[in-house]
Structures are given as C-alpha cells and as structure tokens.
C-alpha cells in the first residue's frame, strides 16, 4: 500500500509541475529515482502475492493470467494516455495515472489476511531476504531459472527499453510515432506469450523455454539486419512472445518449488535479478552499441544470450520435469528435495 501511495503522489506532482510550466529536467530525473526505489520494493511483494491467493497446483495459471493483464496495461495504457495527451493536455495523463492507483488499492484492501503458520515457520519469516539468498543457491532449479532471468535482462530487455528509439531512428531511419507501434505491437506479443502460458504441461516446461530462447536469439539477431519496419514489427512480436513465456515458465517454477514461509524472499531474490540488473544492463549494451556499432551489438547480444540460456536450461531439465516438493527438513535453511536426491 505504501508504494501505491508513493506512486500516486509521484503522479499528481509531475501533474501539478506540468500545468504550472516549471517542470524541470532535474523533476523528472528525482521522480524517476523514487520510482525505482518504490518499483524495487512494489514488484516482488505484488509478485509473491498471486502464488499465495491460490493453491500449488493453481500457481502457473495465476501467473499467466497476471501476466497477461500486466502486459495488457501496455498495450492499453499508453492508448489512453494518447487521448489524453491530445484532448487536455500532457497533466490530464499524469492525474488519470493517479486515479488508476484506486482500484488498486481497492484490491489489495479485499485480500484476505495471510494464516499463521507454525512458530517455526514465523521465525524464519523474520529473518530477512538472506534465507531467500539461501534457499535459492542450494536449489539447482531455482538457481537456473534466477540466472535464465539475469542473463535476459543483462542481454535482451535492454535492446527493448533503452536502445529502441535509436534503433528506430538510426536503424530504421523513423520517428516517434513508429516507435510508438513497436512498443505496442512488443505489448502484444507479451500477452499472446502469457495467453499461451496456460497450457503448457509440466514435462514440456523447460523443453518449451529453450525452443523460447532460440526465438528470441533469432529475432534480436535478425533485427541487426532487419531492412523494412514492419519486419522488425513480426519480429518484436515473436521475441516478446518467447520472453514472455519464458519469464512465466521460469517464476512459475521458482514460485512452486519454494516452501509457503519462504516464498515472498525467494520471490524478492527472483524479482532482484530483473529488477536489480536493468539499470547497469542498460549501460554496458548501449556502451557496447557505441564502440561496435548497434547492428552488432545486437548480433553479439543475441548469441550471448542463446549460448548462455541453452546451457543453464539443459541443465536443469530433468529436475524441472519432476512435481516440486516444497515441503523441506526443519532447518536453519531447507534443503530442496530434488537437489538432495540426486
């Protein structure tokens, strides 16, 4: 709920700022700060949410259809802010934002408290995301789809959310307004992605990721070399497809395997090599496009990220295919059934 408040706050300032004439570059360079430190605390929590509002067996399709209205929002939101913008201004678009904020707020006061669990279980909620850090480097699995992420958003995401509008304008030789449509036409491929999430079966999961990886290494790969915008449209499309599903898949297994009092840190530990990445990421490709050129900075990105993903994937498959027991030994730090198996 705090976040939410932040947020509403941020939203009625940058408003406020705009319809008075004063906003500043300096404005929104600390509103973006506060974003992020709001966004870093917002995200896992919400994320930890929807796996504990169903049961185990539940948590995949949860996770899809959460993706499926998050990414909507992006094909949404920014039509709407479009109309805003033209009909009353760029603060009409910052005070709607605002507004939005309610039905959130609404929903998280309807959830329902959490029960208590054992004093055991309590304890170990207490003592901090360094039981989550635990739990995740024992859990081969865990531990894989964690990089799988890393390794995405160190070498892909960052291509989609900082270096688009150069591509646009340097690549493609457009403007704004094409940007635009990409963005919209990568929303929609998100959540055909997170549509299709539903119905992939367990034994398929990770078999389904790698196919995922190669068509995404493909399409980032063949942007570096797309001639034509609406190309380059079909292709954004496929790799917000494939990442999408892979971003499901790999916190659907994070999120089934890990025990009910451990779930909100291992979440957070997940959430943080999305999150806690993106900003340095966003450096190193666009410091990469400028030594070597953007077509080949993507080419190289592409083959980064396929070499690294096919091999964390690989070896994790067969642990993957297995249901996850996430029920473990009383101790200081549960040890994963699959791991001490093997």
């Known amino acids: 709920l705090a976040t939410q408040y932040v947020q509403i706050a941020l939203a009625i300032s940058i408003g406020l700022l705009i319809m008075s004439g004063k906003i500043q570059i300096w404005h929104i360079l600390a509103f973006a700060v506060v974003l992020g430190i709001s966004n870093s605390f917002e995200m896992p929590t919400l994320n930890a949410f929807v796996p504990e509002l169903v049961t185990r067996d539940e948590i995949q399709s949860a996770i899809a259809v959460d993706r499926a209205v998050f990414h909507g929002s992006r094909v949404v939101g920014p039509s709407f802010a479009g109309i805003f913008i033209s009909a009353w201004g760029a603060a009409s678009a910052f005070f709607s934002n605002a507004v939005s904020f309610v039905a959130l707020i609404i929903a998280l006061f309807m959830i329902p408290p959490r029960p208590r669990g054992t004093a055991e279980e309590e304890h170990k909620r207490a003592s901090g995301i360094k039981e989550g850090f635990r739990y995740v480097a024992k859990d081969k699995p865990s531990l894989a789809m964690i990089g799988l992420i890393a390794a995405t958003t160190v070498f892909i995401f960052p291509i989609i959310t900082v270096m688009m509008p150069l591509y646009v304008r340097l690549v493609l030789g457009l403007g704004a307004d094409r940007l635009g449509f990409l963005m919209g036409a990568s929303a929609v491929g998100s959540v055909i992605g997170a549509i299709f999430l539903i119905s992939i079966p367990r034994r398929k999961r990770v078999p389904f990721m790698m196919v995922n990886v190669g068509i995404v290494a493909c399409a980032i790969f063949s942007l570096s070399r797309a001639p034509a915008f609406y190309l380059a449209t079909a292709l954004l499309i496929l790799n917000s497809l494939g990442l999408s599903m892979n971003f499901g898949l790999a916190n659907t297994i994070v999120q089934e395997r890990a025990p ?83």
Do not use: N, W
Not at 266 to 293: E, H, K, N, Q, Y
Not at 302 to 317: E, G
């Open 260 to 342: 009910d009092y451990l779930r909100g840190r291992v979440s957070a530990v997940f959430m943080l090599s999305f999150v806690g990445l993106m900003p340095i990421a966003g450096l190193g490709i666009t410091g990469l496009s400028d030594l070597i050129g953007m077509r080949t900075a993507l080419a190289i990105a592409a083959a980064c990220y396929a070499a690294i993903a096919l091999i964390v994937l690989a070896r994790v498959r067969r642990e993957c295919s297995q249901p996850a027991v996430a029920e473990a030994p009383s101790a200081e730090t549960p040890a994963p059934p699959i791991a001490a198996a093997v």
